[in-house]
């Protein structure tokens, strides 16, 4: 039996995403992003299951710039889970909700729900918290104040807590991706989920002194005819104007083309960094159909 780490408290759309890949192993909350690569860096666990983008607020940056800068870890595969976002109190306030004076939740998943939240709690301040899961924990803490919590119905069920408004989420095609670390490239258990393809993930950094470096960049990937389903720079955090570029590629890497890619590419005095070749799965099960025993 596996550990996997994931950003907790429960009921996280993290402990989703593992419940949905993991569904018979250990799960083990930990506190924070960084906190959950560290378990898989110093052997605690086998994997961790972090977010690294949301269809809405975009990367997940602490997640990127960790892995690269901190926790060389390497990319084992991927989750997209649907954010259905819920107002979540404490059933002290059921009969006067619509006057919560503060709203907890993770910054993603307030900002996920700007117009409902401007439309029925204008006057409600925000508090950020860690996760949407430790935001329902912290409501049902404290029943007698007047909070609410932005989370999901796995988070409601495990803090018993009750759902005043339901998807209250400002774009009904809301989805996040999860990543699965560890800290070698391993086969995966076979899961539940279902599998959509397989990707291969990047990291190039460019020669100062090479003009029209990205633009080459590009072609030797576009020659070959390989479709590229994200690209996206960070700062190499040593100067003003010094980047990397993160490229997923939509094929598991192979014998011939991305072999390629990568040595024309160092022959442009590029850096490449492989970050992982994995399949990748969607969660197609609602919230009761993937509550195992925990």
């Given at each position: 039996?596996?550990?996997?780490?994931?950003l907790?408290?429960?009921?996280?759309?993290?402990?989703m995403?593992?419940?949905?890949?993991?569904?018979s192993?250990?799960?083990?909350?930990?506190?924070?992003?960084p906190?959950?690569?560290?378990?898989?860096?110093k052997n605690?666990?086998?994997?961790?299951v972090?977010?690294?983008?949301?269809?809405?607020?975009?990367?997940v940056?602490?997640?990127?710039?960790?892995?690269?800068?901190n926790?060389?870890?390497?990319?084992?595969?991927e989750?997209?889970?649907?954010?259905?976002q819920?107002l979540?109190?404490?059933?002290?306030?059921i009969?006067?909700?619509t006057?919560?004076?503060?709203v907890y939740?993770?910054?993603?998943a307030?900002?996920?729900?700007?117009?409902?939240?401007?439309?029925?709690?204008p006057?409600?301040?925000f508090?950020?918290?860690?996760?949407?899961?430790?935001?329902?924990?912290?409501v049902?803490?404290?029943?007698?104040?007047?909070?609410a919590?932005?989370?999901?119905?796995l988070?409601?069920?495990?803090?018993?807590?009750?759902?005043?408004?339901?998807?209250i989420?400002?774009?009904?095609?809301?989805?996040t991706?999860?990543?699965?670390?560890?800290?070698?490239?391993s086969?995966?258990?076979?899961?539940?989920?279902?599998?959509?393809?397989?990707?291969?993930?990047?990291?190039?950094?460019?020669?100062?002194d090479?003009?029209?470096?990205?633009?080459?960049?590009?072609?030797?990937?576009a020659?070959?005819?390989?479709?590229?389903s994200k690209?996206?720079?960070?700062?190499?955090?040593?100067?003003?104007?010094?980047?990397?570029f993160?490229?997923?590629?939509a094929?598991k890497m192979?014998?011939?083309l991305i072999?390629?890619?990568?040595a024309?590419?160092?022959?442009?005095?590029?850096?490449?960094?492989?970050?992982?070749?994995y399949?990748c799965?969607s969660?197609?099960?609602?919230v009761?159909?993937?509550?195992?025993e925990?």
């Amino acid at each position: 039996m596996n550990k996997i780490a994931y950003l907790g408290p429960k009921g996280t759309f993290t402990e989703m995403a593992t419940i949905s890949v993991f569904p018979s192993d250990e799960r083990i909350p930990f506190r924070t992003i960084p906190d959950c690569m560290d378990a898989v860096s110093k052997n605690i666990v086998d994997f961790a299951v972090v977010p690294i983008e949301n269809t809405i607020e975009g990367s997940v940056n602490l997640t990127l710039d960790y892995l690269i800068h901190n926790q060389k870890l390497l990319i084992n595969g991927e989750i997209t889970v649907p954010i259905e976002q819920q107002l979540l109190i404490h059933s002290n306030n059921i009969k006067n909700w619509t006057a919560i004076k503060k709203v907890y939740s993770h910054p993603h998943a307030i900002a996920q729900c700007h117009k409902f939240l401007r439309s029925l709690l204008p006057d409600a301040e925000f508090e950020y918290t860690n996760s949407t899961g430790s935001a329902a924990d912290y409501v049902a803490q404290n029943p007698d104040q007047p909070i609410a919590a932005i989370a999901n119905e796995l988070a409601a069920k495990e803090y018993n807590l009750v759902v005043a408004e339901k998807n209250i989420h400002d774009y009904e095609n809301n989805h996040t991706r999860f990543v699965i670390l560890k800290n070698e490239s391993s086969s995966m258990p076979e899961s539940p989920s279902h599998y959509i393809g397989d990707k291969t993930t990047l990291m190039v950094t460019l020669p100062a002194d090479y003009p029209g470096a990205l633009h080459h960049v590009l072609s030797a990937f576009a020659w070959r005819k390989l479709n590229l389903s994200k690209i996206e720079s960070r700062p190499m955090k040593t100067g003003l104007g010094n980047y990397f570029f993160v490229i997923d590629v939509a094929m598991k890497m192979d014998e011939v083309l991305i072999p390629g890619v990568i040595a024309e590419l160092e022959a442009l005095k590029c850096q490449v960094t492989l970050l992982g070749s994995y399949p990748c799965y969607s969660l197609s099960k609602k919230v009761d159909e993937i509550r195992v025993e925990t």
